[in-house]
Each structure stands twice: as C-alpha cells, then as structure tokens.
C-alpha cells in the first residue's frame, strides 16, 4: 500500500477541494486556532481517512483540499463526532453564510481540472 495513494482499507485515494468564506476581521483568529489545533481533532481526521489536508486563505476566501477515498463517506464518520462538534462551534463565529451549495453537496465543492503528479 503506497501512503500517498492508497486508504488504510486500500481504497484510492482522491482529491478533495471546497470553498469556505471567513468573516470579515475573522482570518487573525482562524489562523491562530489552525495554528494549535486540537491533537485529538487531529487524530479524528487522520482516523476518519483524511490525509494531506491544506487550507489555503486569500483575504476572506478559504480553499480546503485534502486526499480521502470517499469525501462522503469520510465526512459523514467526523460530522457528528463529540470533537468536532466541539470544534465546529468554536470555529462557527468566524465564518460567513457559505455561497449556495449545488444538490447533495456538504460544501462549495471545486472540480479538479488538472493535476501534475
């Protein structure tokens, strides 16, 4: 099983990106809780398949990518986890209301057009 490409249950893994929007003034506080995020929030997403996740801020706007075999199927094991919940409520406030989400989506979700391995 090769780390880069494959899950934990040697499912491929994909390319996940979405969009997220801070609050205006929010990006200080975001950085700083990203900076120390939680070791057991951590460990839930490395649990839950996830791997390689970034986030990438330009003033407000927040790209997410991350690598999981079912973007789904993984978020639907983090959702309603006592971490994240946690986590999801000392993040809410610095949020702003997401752009309108496509049928069936959790998030703004992008569409990869390219890659170079």
Do not use: C
Not at 68 to 74: I, L, P, R, V
Request: charged share 25%; net charge negative; no cysteine.
């Amino acid at each position: 099983m090769s780390p880069n490409t494959e899950s934990i249950e040697g499912q491929p893994l994909k390319r996940y990106a979405f969009m997220l929007r801070l609050r205006e003034g929010a990006a200080e506080g975001y950085e700083k809780a990203h900076r120390e995020v939680w070791p057991e929030m951590l460990a839930l997403l490395k649990s839950a398949g996830i791997s390689e996740y970034s986030i990438y801020r330009r003033d407000d706007l927040l790209i997410l990518a991350l690598r999981a075999a079912d973007f789904e199927a993984t978020w639907s094991r983090i959702e309603n986890d006592p971490i994240n919940l946690r986590w999801q409520q000392t993040m809410a406030p610095l949020f702003a209301p997401m752009d309108a989400v496509r049928p069936g989506e959790r998030f703004p979700m992008m569409e990869e057009v390219f890659y170079l391995p």
